[in-house]
């Protein structure tokens, strides 16, 4: 069999459904046997569109998301991607083209050594030499994509091993079983748990699977122990719950914190300190049990006192069979907390000035989109107030990146959401930074006649380095920039574009995007001025008085 057409055959193999692509000249013929494949070939704009739709695919399904780009250019183009994936756990599979590797055909002219560059950012990375090595390679590509902590693998295909005859040969694909964590750390963890006065969980990324959103539940209502979340760990138990304390968002100086420096004991589901840490541990300070797949790594800001390795799911049903309620515990502080917190995050809801606040945003889009409806974020300043100010529901129904934190994001994970979810509302919020790195998408969205509302927070500026230039007592200089008449990009790409001038036209509009089909865009201005008094001076002040 020809080794492309072998090639796309193992993909299929592994139930592949899309592959993200930019093609060059060295992917033809993997291209061609990709024709009259089961596989959708959807075709981006950019590599990084393709990319962050391939890893907001793994984030989603748990499967790994395929992408596929040409040599040099295009394989740099897929290093963001990479990471993002990476960081953020997400299982994503990187095919990349080369010239042949056997002769020279044109010297070297675009190459670079992509493998090499790819090692630091995947858990997989190498040139396929062989094509009868290949189905092995690609399999077991696949499996450490999916095995824990996820992330992203790579395969580089040269164009003359894509031409080869080869033997024909598949290997079944086969799930992996995590161990149970070890009885002594269980019994461990139950004592310190036990023995504290004032226990605190906290949920991390690592907590996002079904069958843990479930056991957690369980956990939080036999036990009454409060819990709070990680920006990446939101959703996952309902934040509408009792005990909800709030979301770490900042990593200190927020109220949640207040209630996070009264505990003596920090329960820590999946997280670890690849994402920004949600509290800082000091020695002699509180102590932590850290549950995940695998053991704590040390950092200055995070050395747990206990590693309770394994499937984290089977840990927590564990916890939950033999934590009693203790007569000693003491809540009351953390109800203060949580009432004060809600109390804070609720005031600037109704807020109708204009340019719009976005707390004001953030309230508007609560009330209009349902629990099974789905926020992808771009990243700037605002992800914060979203971290903060939006409850969710049900877990992955806002999607945001707190591990690597890359601008360019969000529209291609919109596009993604709405094309596994069609019967979801999705909406993608973006800066008008993060937007224009990836604006070049909303071709491909509405090519592939996609259903999702863009918003633009148009403040013709990098304002989450301004919020943080603020902070640091420096000039405001060079954050600034001008933008394009968004409305009329939004229809030269045959989407629909809006700019409200008020609070009220805002609301009209943001109804109508959401009852219309087709790719939507609204440019609306925001106003930022409220993120360094709250965030940089007010928290601080207020949430040391608690």
């Known amino acids: 069999m020809k080794a492309s057409d072998l090639f796309v055959k193992a993909l299929e193999n592994e139930g592949v459904e899309y592959i993200f692509a930019v093609p060059g000249e060295e992917n033809l013929d993997f291209l061609q046997s990709l024709k009259n494949s089961s596989i959708r070939l959807v075709v981006t704009r950019h590599e990084q569109g393709a990319g962050f739709m391939a890893a907001t695919y793994g984030r989603l399904t748990g499967k790994p998301g395929v992408c596929l780009s040409t040599l040099g250019p295009g394989a740099t183009n897929l290093v963001t991607p990479a990471a993002y994936a990476q960081l ?5 599979f990187m095919i990349t083209g ?6 020279s055909k044109q010297a070297r002219f675009q190459i670079i050594d992509v493998v090499d560059m790819m090692r630091p950012i995947t858990k997989y990375t190498k040139q396929i030499v062989n094509s009868n090595n290949m189905t092995a390679q690609i399999r077991e590509a696949f499996r450490l994509a999916i095995e824990e902590k996820p992330g992203a693998v790579h395969l580089e295909f040269p164009e003359d091993i894509a031409q080869e005859t080869c033997e024909e040969r598949l290997y079944e694909p086969v799930g992996h079983i995590i161990p149970k964590p070890d009885e002594t750390a269980i019994k461990k963890a139950v004592e310190m748990i036990h023995a504290a006065k004032n226990p605190l969980l906290l949920i991390g990324a690592g907590a996002n699977r079904k069958i843990t959103c479930d056991a957690l539940r369980d956990f939080v209502d036999l036990t009454g122990i409060y819990f709070f979340n990680t920006q990446m760990g939101k959703g996952v138990i ?3 719950h009792t005990q909800y304390l709030g979301t770490a968002a900042l990593s200190s100086n927020d109220f949640v914190h207040a209630g996070i420096e009264a505990a003596d004991l920090i329960i820590n589901v999946g997280h670890d300190v690849i994402e920004k840490p949600p509290f800082f541990m000091e020695k002699g300070g509180k102590k932590v049990i850290h549950v995940n797949f695998s053991p704590a790594e040390v950092d200055q800001v995070y050395f747990p006192q206990l590693n309770v390795v394994g499937d984290i799911t089977n840990a927590i049903k564990q916890l939950t069979a033999q934590v009693k309620k203790q007569s000693h515990w003491d809540f009351e502080f953390y109800k203060k907390v949580k009432k004060e917190v809600e109390e804070h995050l609720g ?10 606040l ?3 945003l953030v309230n508007l889009l609560r009330n ?3 629990s099974e409806d789905i926020i992808t974020l771009d990243n700037g300043i605002y992800k914060l107030w979203f971290a903060r100010n939006y409850p969710c529901h049900k877990p992955n129904t806002l999607l945001l990146d707190n591990a690597l934190a890359s601008m360019g994001a969000g529209l291609p994970s919109a596009m993604m959401v709405n094309m596994l979810y069609p019967d979801k509302k999705v909406v993608a919020v973006c800066g008008d930074g993060g937007f224009m790195m990836n604006s070049q998408e909303l071709e491909t969205a509405v090519r592939l006649g996609l259903d999702l509302t863009v918003i633009i927070l148009n403040d013709h500026a990098y304002g989450m380095i301004k919020w943080k230039q603020e902070d640091m007592g420096f000039d405001d200089f060079g954050l600034d920039y001008n933008n394009p008449d968004f409305v009329k990009y939004a ?3 045959g ?3 809006f700019r409200p001038e008020s609070d009220k036209v805002f609301q009209d509009i943001l109804e109508t995007c959401l009852t219309m089909q087709g790719v939507k865009l609204i440019d609306l201005p925001v106003d930022y001025s409220l993120n360094h008094p709250i965030l940089n001076v007010k928290l601080k002040e207020k949430a040391k008085k608690l």
């Open 368 to 370: 209009k989109l349902g």
């Open 88 to 92: 953020g756990g997400m299982p994503m």
């Open 347 to 356: 005031k600037y809801f109704e807020d109708e000035r204009f340019p719009m």
């Open 495 to 497: 989407a629909k574009g």
């Open 358 to 360: 976005p707390q004001r």
């Open 98 to 103: 080369q010239k042949p590797i056997k002769k």
């Open 238 to 240: 309902d934040e509408r």
């Open 491 to 493: 229809k030269s790409y």
